[in-house]
Antibody, heavy 119, light 107 residues
Framework: QVQLQESGPGLVKPSGTLSLTCAVS?????????WSWVRQAPGKGLEWIGD???????KYNPSLKSRVTISVDKSKTQFSVTLNSVSAADTAVYYC????????????WGRGTLVIVSS | DIQMTQSPSTLSASVGDRVTMTCRAS??????LAWYQHKPGKAPKLLIY???TLESGVPSRFSGSGSGTEFTLTISSLQPDDFATYYC?????????FGQGTKVEIK
């Protein structure tokens, strides 16, 4: 059974860097899937952050593109997201997800991890 | 970006009810639309993709329809496990966008 599990600090200081990792189990991270991050701020809807492929290709939400990096670590079967210069507006539950092969919807999600930006 | 608008934002219903919710796109997305179910503290779950294709393992009481800019998700007979928030997502044009969600609550 394929599973995704997010991990990382739950508290980040304003102007700092948010870094999260998603561990992939039960599937090859070098498959034809893309690997993605989505977030949900308190009381808000879902916001796509970006996608990454095992060959290094990425796609990012234009509203976050200047601050975000998503990468795949094939040796550790995980992928990660870093978001720079965070503010309270980046407080959210962050989900990792798998993009369905050949498509751009998400067929598998992690349970999410809450990240609070506060001093 | 393509804006996705869901209605209603909250829907009160009873077990056994037929429930319908709507998702509208700001421009045509053909049928490149997915629906997800999300419960608090759990991973979102894919229900439907390409507007009307049921994901494997999803009960047949869920159905999707529509094309262009207007789409619906219907639950033919609401079950206790269906009380959740439902989101639509367009994947016609980068960047992918979601609706704000429809929360289905117990009447």
């Amino acid at each position: 059974q394929v599973q995704l599990q997010e991990s990382g600090p739950g508290l980040v200081k304003p102007s700092g860097t948010l870094s999260l990792t998603c561990a992939v189990s039960g599937a090859s991270i070098s498959s034809t899937n893309w690997w993605s991050w989505v977030r949900q701020a308190p009381g808000k809807g879902l916001e796509w952050i970006g996608d990454s492929y095992h060959d290094g290709n990425t796609k990012y939400n234009p509203s976050l593109k200047s601050r975000v990096t998503i990468s795949v670590d094939k040796s550790k079967t995980q992928f990660s997201v870093t978001l720079n210069s965070v503010s309270a507006a980046d407080t959210a539950v962050y989900y990792c997800a798998r993009t369905a092969r050949g498509n751009w919807y998400f067929d598998l999600w992690g349970r999410g991890t809450l990240v609070i930006v506060s001093s | 970006d393509i804006q996705m608008t869901q209605s209603p934002s909250t829907l009160s219903a009873s077990v056994g009810d037929r429930v319908t919710m709507t998702c509208r796109a700001s421009q045509s997305i053909v049928t490149w639309l997915a629906w997800y179910q999300h419960k608090p503290g759990k991973a979102p779950k894919l229900l439907i993709y390409k507007a009307s294709t049921l994901e494997s393992g999803v009960p047949s009481r869920f159905s999707g329809s529509g094309s262009g800019t207007e789409f619906t998700l219907t639950i033919s007979s609401l079950q206790p496990d269906d009380f959740a928030t439902y989101y639509c997502q367009q994947y016609n044009s980068y960047s992918w966008t979601f609706g704000q969600g429809t929360k289905v609550e117990i009447k």
